[in-house]
């Protein structure tokens, strides 16, 4: 068959499905927004495109993320159209909509099946908007902006042959008649290389070695931000600090904001990043030889992420109710100890006691009794290592259960 991949930052979510689908001999093409310095990628064609103009300046500002999807969607329509005459016609055609680019794609190929990621549904009440009390929506009219951030997938829900989702919560955002075409099949954890290394080592700063008989403490974020927990997770260390004296706390996250909005620099005495602010918040609540033990990674390296997930001690992972981190279950593929917010849709593969522990993720002195006890119980901590890797081999391996359920949900596309 002839497969079309649409994904603005190709791979993404479709970095094992992409060349598995080439590999079973199929021809497989990707669009992207990315610049390429290739044009295959693992037996996948590469076809980038780019957008010719920028938003419109002044536009009314709830229809400023709308107006952005039908720019890129209008990109990747031209570069169809290219494809369509060079002779390319596929069957299938898998989409990421979230960015707008497959919005015209059906009106370049009509009888092409479309299958489309489907990541999540925004609401105003019930899931992330409003959750957090401390960043509470000021505007009446944010409930407007989200009617119409949705507004791309509503479009698509009208020419999509159906979608795919990671988690049974994020699918069930999704509003019906739609919902009924959603399968949920997560992108699937390699675990065969996201195992447990007994003889990690991680030597930070080029000068202190870590290995598995340290207690290790680890929180990671693609961004440090109140979205996943940043905030709860810094209030919890001045005490972490003081109860476990030879712990060690790395963080990885960048500065930037990948989800919600960035801080208002009035409100905090001209900070401008979630990280600095609440550094600061905490910081005179910590002895200078204790912020020592304190280590911010910044973003690295996919295979230093995996060496400090196996070295981990005890792991934390907060969230609003939202899309689920590919961390988490990283984190859980490696045996760690997983210390983690009990909101949706963690709780789809954290138990409380069996997989992990659970904990409200406004309670402060919860997550740190949490961490403590954990670090103070390494029986604990093997148990639920152990069970939270046999649980995600069980039920996210990508090669045994995940890929062979994308690939069979890519077939049914055709009927």
Not at 27 to 45: C, D, H, S
Request: hydrophobic share 40%.
């Amino acid at each position: 068959m002839n497969i079309l991949i649409i994904h603005q930052n190709f791979p993404g979510q479709f970095k094992h499905l992409a060349p598995a689908l080439a590999r079973e001999g199929h021809k497989v093409l990707a669009m992207t927004m990315q610049r390429v310095n290739a044009e295959e990628w693992q037996g996948v064609k590469l076809i980038p495109y780019t957008a010719t103009r920028g938003s419109t300046p002044g536009i009314h500002r709830w229809l400023v993320d709308f107006e952005t999807k039908v720019i890129r969607a209008e990109a990747c329509f031209r570069k169809a159209l290219e494809l369509r005459e060079q002779g390319f016609n596929p069957d299938i055609i898998i989409a990421h909509p979230g960015w707008g680019e497959s919005l015209f794609i059906k009106d370049v190929w009509p009888e092409a099946k479309l299958g489309i990621y489907c990541e999540f549904f925004y609401h105003a009440y019930g899931a992330d908007v409003n959750f957090d009390p401390e960043f509470p929506s000021t505007d009446p009219g944010e409930v407007c902006r989200l009617r119409l951030k949705n507004l791309n997938y509503m479009l698509h829900f009208e020419f999509a042959d159906a979608g795919i989702s990671p988690t049974k919560w994020q699918a069930s955002t999704f509003p019906e008649p739609f919902r009924s075409k959603i399968t949920v099949v997560h992108d699937g954890i390699d675990t065969d290389v996201v195992k447990p290394n007994p003889g990690i080592k991680v030597t930070i700063n080029q000068r202190l070695e870590l290995t598995k008989k340290d207690e290790v403490i680890t929180f990671v974020n693609r961004n440090l931000e109140p979205y996943r927990g940043y905030h709860i997770f810094m209030r919890a260390l001045p005490e972490i600090l003081k109860r476990r004296p030879k712990a060690y706390v790395l963080i990885v996250g960048g500065s930037g904001i990948s989800y919600g909005a960035p801080p208002d620099p009035n409100r905090y005495g001209g900070l401008r990043n979630w990280k600095d602010i609440f550094i600061n918040e905490v910081r005179g609540k910590i002895t200078e030889d204790d912020w020592k033990r304190v280590f911010f990674l910044g973003n690295i390296p996919y295979d230093h992420f995996l060496a400090v997930i196996q070295l981990s001690s005890v792991h934390v992972y907060l969230t609003y109710p939202f899309v689920l981190s590919w961390s988490l279950l990283e984190a859980m593929a490696v045996g760690s100890a997983v210390v983690a917010s009990d909101t949706a849709p963690v709780k789809e593969v954290i138990e409380h006691e069996k997989t992990g522990r659970l904990v409200n993720f406004f309670d402060v002195k919860g997550l740190v009794d949490e961490i403590c006890g954990l670090i103070e119980n390494p029986e604990e901590r093997k148990r639920l290592g152990e069970n939270a890797r046999s649980f995600v081999k069980e039920n996210f391996d990508l090669r045994k259960v995940c890929l062979p359920k994308q690939i069979e949900w890519v077939k049914g596309l055709t009927g």
